[in-house]
């Protein structure tokens, strides 16, 4: 095979804008995917007429992948919600507004509700203290409807169902941003349009891209020193980005390859949702737009409403149940989703033109959480010279998409600063 400077591993986004970064730094870089495509879980497929991401997708302005995206030159078009939705409580859907103002909040929680919102924005979540969302929503509040209400916000803007081990800070930061006026993004003709650009200036940058290309092994001692790959051939090489999640990167490595990558792996808890999206003739009830479930850990979107995702007028629905981290059941998600489409769009089962469940979507591998012995994974990987990590589990505060992209532009940094000081220390040895 030939001979590259740097391999990514893992041709998701993280591995889409390392390897795109390294080749505009004028690196070699072969990406490899174990899969047919580029994309991993941005990708969107094509069903009768409609375009489904692969579970809800929405980019949050203000972070790590617009900031990335915009210095990449990848155009981020589509449509922003407008503010309100309904809230789903006692099996009853009642719009925000009405919810709040009407009897089921005290009048000292309606105050305590619009207190919080007034100073949410400008709370500086860095320096909010190490603590649980949990307890920081139990000593910002004590009204236990208007909990609930923010606890739901929390879970929708994060799809974390683990109060008691989510980190505050990180998740206040990314509520905060996503309640700015039109900050929240519904991707026009879906995230495959990000995929697509990322390839593009991929191959426009040089990068050799590799599909169907499934790495079992990094063979390495204290230095990485080649890759194997599943249909037997090999890759020497001294540079490597692993964009997989922590339990393959560390089994590519032979587990007890790397004291930290083991703990890394150890520690991560996965963030997963059952996902149904369904593709609709017609929408029963039009007013039902966004809903979020305030006692049941649902969020219903009709994120047609806002974008473009048909090609024949269809309209595009997400309803997710946020899972926590104990077992489930899928067939059981699935009745449990359909009973909540019911509630929420009587008559649905007669308008369905497509249809797509994933009962255990990973959302994240990793977030960040009090059980992270290593804030801070990555990117590089101390006992292993040459080894760097990325993928939306090596957060370094970042959320979803952004902990994707962040990590990947952290990871090919790293790698270029690594290979100017060898290369820096080569010269002074060769001068001495
Ligand atoms: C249901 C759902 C909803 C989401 N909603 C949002 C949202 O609203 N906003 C947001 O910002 N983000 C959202 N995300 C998260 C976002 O999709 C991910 O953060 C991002 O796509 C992850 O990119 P990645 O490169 O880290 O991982 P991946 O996309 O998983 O890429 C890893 C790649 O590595 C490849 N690979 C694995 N093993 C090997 C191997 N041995 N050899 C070679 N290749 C290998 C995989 O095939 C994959 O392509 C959502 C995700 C899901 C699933």
């Given at each position: ?244 999640p922590p ?17 890394w792996?150890?520690q991560a808890r996965a963030i ?92 994240a591998y990793d977030y960040m959480h009090?059980?992270r012995?290593?804030?801070?994974p ?13 993928g939306e589990w090596a957060t ?7 902990a ?29």
């Amino acid at each position: 095979m030939n001979q590259f400077d740097v391999a990514v591993i893992g041709g998701g986004m993280a591995g889409l804008v390392a390897a795109i970064d390294l080749a505009q730094a004028g690196k070699s870089v072969v990406l490899l995917e174990k899969a047919g495509q580029f994309g991993g879980r941005a990708v969107s497929a094509k069903k009768n007429g409609a375009i489904f991401d692969l579970g809800g997708h929405a980019l949050i302005r203000g972070g790590a992948t617009e900031e990335i995206f915009q210095d990449l030159g990848i155009k981020m078009e589509g449509g922003s919600p407008t503010p309100g939705g309904s809230i789903l409580w006692n099996k009853k859907i009642t719009s925000f507004l009405k919810f709040i103002f009407t009897q089921n909040l005290s009048w000292s929680a309606k105050v305590e509700l619009i207190k919080f919102f007034s100073k949410f924005g400008k709370i500086d979540a860095d320096s909010v203290p190490a603590i649980s969302l949990r307890n920081w929503i139990e000593q910002e509040l004590r009204d236990p409807m208007v909990r609930h209400i923010i606890y739901a916000l929390f879970r929708v803007a994060s799809f974390v169902q683990a109060p008691d081990h989510q980190l505050a800070g990180p998740i206040i930061h990314q509520l905060a941003r996503s309640l700015k006026k039109n900050n929240i993004v519904f991707i026009q003709d879906g995230w495959q349009t990000l995929v697509d650009q990322l390839y593009e200036k991929a191959v426009y940058a040089g990068v050799s891209m590799m599909t169907g290309k499934n790495v079992t092994e990094i063979e390495h001692d204290e230095a990485v020193r080649k890759i194997k790959f599943a249909d037997g051939q090999e890759m020497d090489i001294t540079h490597v980005i692993s964009t997989t999640p922590p339990s393959v990167t560390s089994r590519i490595l032979g587990d007890t390859g790397s004291k930290s990558v083991l703990r890394w792996k150890e520690q991560a808890r996965a963030i997963k949702a059952a996902n149904l999206t369904l593709s609709l003739k017609k929408i029963p009830v039009p007013n039902n737009i966004q809903v979020i479930g305030v006692d049941q850990p649902i969020y219903f979107l009709n994120q047609s409403k806002f974008t473009r995702l048909s090609e024949d007028g269809t309209s595009v629905v997400q309803i997710i149940k946020y899972n926590g981290t104990g077992r489930t059941d899928p067939k059981a998600d699935e009745r449990f989703l359909e009973q909540m489409m019911d509630l929420i769009q009587p008559g649905w089962q007669k308008e369905v033109v497509a249809r797509q469940y994933l009962p255990k979507i990973v959302v994240a591998y990793d977030y960040m959480h009090l059980d992270r012995e290593d804030r801070f994974p990555g990117p590089a990987v101390p006992e292993i010279a040459g080894l760097y990590v990325a993928g939306e589990w090596a957060t370094h505060g970042e959320m979803l998409s952004d902990a994707a992209t962040a990590s990947g532009r952290r990871a090919a940094r790293c790698v270029l600063k690594d290979m100017e000081t060898g290369r820096k220390n080569e010269q002074k040895r060769i001068l001495i």
